[in-house]
């Protein structure tokens, strides 16, 4: 018997069904669908005037793309035009809160975006941002594309794995465990270690879209794979960049930054490290805070051809 249910056009628009993990449809959000069918949430900023080129940003692992609200305004008053969006299984993004399939998930979801922002704004640079875990997926998002990308901003990437956390007994004894357990928690960061802003410790430990929960080991093994992916990818990075260290970070230690700069093989290159700064250099103390807003705000109007400091009127 002849149903009409099967029909296509009957259906109705999946994308009504499908809701954020905080229970928000998507049709109300900006959003776009994954090569494996998960919906991601997206966020842009636009300049008022005709942007000057595309910047993409990364967030890092457990937090969302909305924390870079600051950061994109004052690009946008460079004229740049930033998109972003949550990674798999990240803020309002579908997906296992801190789950990954495979670490090139996050890569092959950034250039999807990229793009697809290409195709809306043909002939314009594309830039990159990306802060920890974001920035490894930066550093290997650009490897991906030589001579694709017009530069890249790391803010305390993800480029060796500490070494509280991986010690080689650990790494052994978290691939072992992924086999049996893969969804044990590893126990969660020690928010303290974040930065030495008391108030932006409270910001993260209070926000309902960061994941806090321990870390799986299925994601920490994940991590491990973006680390020695990166390890072997700086060698074949010509992409101009500016690194960001805080010489006190103990999620990402500075010995990742200095093989960085020492092993890439970008003509230009900028190096700024932050004496006793912790992890979140953006929201550290104000003095580094607005030294990392204003290194990255000169870097990308001197690559730009925007007017250092500009900002868009209110
Ligand atoms: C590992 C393992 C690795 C914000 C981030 C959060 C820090 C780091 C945090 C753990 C186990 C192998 C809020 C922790 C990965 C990168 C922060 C852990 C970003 N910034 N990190 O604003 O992305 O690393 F087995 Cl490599």
Not at 55 to 66: M, Q, R, W
Not at 96 to 104: N, Q
Not at 135 to 156: D, N, Q, Y
Not at 212 to 233: D, P, S, T, Y
Request: proline share 6%.
């Amino acid at each position: 018997m002849e149903t009409g249910l099967e029909d296509p056009s009957r259906m109705p628009e999946e994308s009504s069904l499908r809701r954020t993990p905080q229970n928000v449809p998507y049709q109300n959000l900006p959003h776009l669908i994954n090569a494996d069918g998960q919906y991601l949430f997206c966020r842009y900023w636009k300049p008022t005037a005709t942007p000057k080129a595309l910047i993409f940003v990364s967030h890092g692992a457990g937090e969302h793309c909305g924390r870079y609200d600051e950061l994109a305004r004052m690009l946008t008053g460079l004229d740049l035009l930033v998109f972003a969006h949550d990674h798999v299984g990240h803020g309002q993004s579908e997906g296992g809160r801190m789950v990954v399939s495979d670490f090139h998930v996050f890569i092959r979801d950034v250039l999807q975006h990229v793009d697809l922002m290409q195709k809306e704004h043909p002939g314009l640079p594309v830039f990159l941002l990306g802060h920890s875990m974001g920035g490894a997926i930066v550093i290997l998002t650009a490897a991906e594309r030589p001579g694709h990308f017009s530069g890249m901003v790391l803010i305390s990437p993800l480029v060796l794995a500490s070494p509280e956390s991986a010690t080689t007994f650990k790494i052994l004894a978290a691939k072992v465990l992924n086999l049996v357990l893969p969804n044990l928690s590893l126990g969660p960061i020690d928010s303290s270690v974040l930065s030495r802003n008391k108030a932006e410790v409270d910001v993260y430990n209070s926000d309902p879209l960061i994941c806090r929960a321990g870390l799986k080991v299925c994601f920490g093994i994940q991590l491990l794979n973006a680390v020695a992916r990166v390890e072997r990818a700086v060698p074949k990075v010509t992409v101009p960049f500016l690194l960001l260290q805080g010489s006190a970070d103990r999620l990402c230690d500075s010995k990742g930054a200095y093989l960085l700069m020492e092993s890439a093989k970008s003509q230009d290159k900028t190096l700024k490290i932050y004496d006793g700064a912790y992890h979140m250099l953006h929201r550290e103390l104000p003095e580094v805070t607005s030294s990392v807003f204003h290194e990255i705000n000169t870097w990308v109007s001197q690559r730009t051809g925007a007017v250092a400091g500009a900002r868009s009127p209110p």
